[in-house]
């Protein structure tokens, strides 16, 4: 079956232990992005790659890393988390120059910083 | 940058139909795109449109005006299942892939 797969599905954390949340696809997608969605902000993009070793930031990457090194693979890496990363997060793949197909998305990480 | 703008809440009986509209400003466009999104889930992809006018798939319907900076999502023969959020979402600026997303419209469904 053709899905992102993130996880842990939910994590309760402390304050500056660092975490890596996992994403994996297995559509060969060239394109992988991060998303955090919290209430009223939609979905915001946190950090995007185009392929293999090629990583961007988005619109709110402050406090985040990502890494792209292989294709199926793209983590989330919070190095010192804090209570205002709290909020749910989404991995999302698509194939590039295939807009009409869409991001699958994955189910989905809740995330809870005290 | 890229901003969009969408009500955020509407209300409609099963059976009728629904319009949620989204105006977007944005330095570069390749398309506008709608993702459903139920409590506890994950955004799935409805509908893509690049060029002006409507794109229609089974009960949604997409529709696009690039001079208006404007698009909306048509629901038919509303259903309980499509209360939801709906996001709309364009792609500009550095990439057609690139998407930033808007606040989001929750649709509930009253029989």
């Known amino acids: 079956e053709a899905q992102v797969t993130q996880n842990p599905r939910y994590l309760i954390t402390v304050t500056g232990k660092k975490l890596t949340v996992t994403c994996s696809q297995n559509?060969?997608?060239?394109?992988m992005s991060w998303y955090r969605q919290d209430p009223g902000l939609g979905l915001r993009q946190i950090y995007y790659?185009?392929?293999?070793?090629?990583?961007d930031k988005g619109d709110v990457p402050e406090g985040y890393k990502v890494s792209r090194k292989e294709k199926r693979n793209f983590p989330l890496i919070l190095e010192s988390p804090s209570p205002n990363q709290t909020s749910l997060y989404f991995c999302?793949?698509?194939?590039?120059?295939?807009?009409?197909?869409?991001?699958?998305f994955g189910s989905g990480t809740r995330l809870t910083v005290v | 940058g890229q901003s969009l703008e969408q009500p955020s809440e509407v209300t409609a009986v099963e059976g009728a139909i629904v319009q949620i509209n989204c105006t977007y400003q944005?330095?570069?466009?390749?398309?506008l795109s709608w993702y459903q999104q139920h409590d506890g889930g994950a955004p799935t992809f409805l509908s893509y449109?690049?060029?002006?006018g409507l794109e229609e798939t089974g009960r949604f319907s997409s529709f696009l005006s690039r001079s208006d900076s404007y698009g909306y999502l048509l629901l038919q023969e509303l259903q309980m299942k499509d209360s939801a959020s709906y996001f709309c979402?364009?792609?500009?600026?550095?990439?057609?892939?690139?998407?930033?997303f808007g606040g989001g419209t929750r649709l509930m469904v009253k029989p």
């Open positions: 979402a364009v792609s500009g600026d550095n990439a057609g892939n690139m998407l930033t």
């Open positions: 790659s185009m392929n293999v070793e090629v990583t």
């Open positions: 944005t330095s570069g466009f390749y398309g």
């Open positions: 559509m060969n997608h060239e394109y």
């Open positions: 999302a793949s698509s194939f590039i120059g295939r807009e009409r197909e869409g991001y699958t």
């Open positions: 449109n690049a060029l002006d």
